[in-house]
């Protein structure tokens, strides 16, 4: 009896480790890609930041209000 539940114990382990192993590389390389594409975005993003400022118009000059003379 000990040893089948030695077995059992054995085999349920290795089922556990391969299935975990599995998901783990399956999480990496999801991290990996979704990595590469938020890097793309960034890139992009900055690419296209001096872009918008070169086609800014600059703000319009703000009237100053004219001095109250003091007496």
Known sequence: MALTNFILTVAGVSAVVLLLRSDVKQS??????????????????????PKELETKVPPKDIPKEPKEDKH
């Open 28 to 49: 990496a390389s999801i991290f990996r890609r979704n990595v590469k594409h938020i890097r793309k975005w960034l890139e992009e993003e900055s690419k296209a930041v």
